[in-house]
């Protein structure tokens, strides 16, 4: 399964791009086990991953809601400031 990921703020950052396609061999893949994967994938940015909101077709969910082939996720962090 092919996912196409966007990152924002600092988790794009400590990666190096704001895009990213992941093929996943996980079916059906939940966005909690999309987080694992990718913390594994990108341990420097882990703790980021972990934090994150994620969002589905534009959509924000849970870490039970189901990812589907085509699916864009994006990965919201936590920001700070005034």
């Known amino acids: 399964m ?3 990921i966007r ?3 600092g988790l794009a950052e400590i990666i190096g791009s704001s895009t990213l396609v992941f093929h996943a ?3 059906p893949l939940t ?3 999309l ?3 990718l913390s594994a994938s ?6 980021q991953i972990g934090v994150s909101l994620v969002a ?3 959509e924000y969910a849970s870490d039970d809601t189901d990812i589907t082939e085509g699916s864009e996720v994006a990965f919201i962090p936590p920001v700070s400031g005034g």
């Not at 990108?42 to 703790?47: F, I, N, T």
């Open 2 to 4: 092919h996912i196409s």
């Open 7 to 9: 990152l924002f703020a």
């Open 25 to 27: 061999h996980e079916s």
């Open 31 to 33: 966005a909690g086990r």
């Open 35 to 37: 987080k694992e994967l």
């Open 42 to 47: 990108y341990p420097d940015a882990s703790s």
């Open 56 to 58: 589905i077709d534009q």
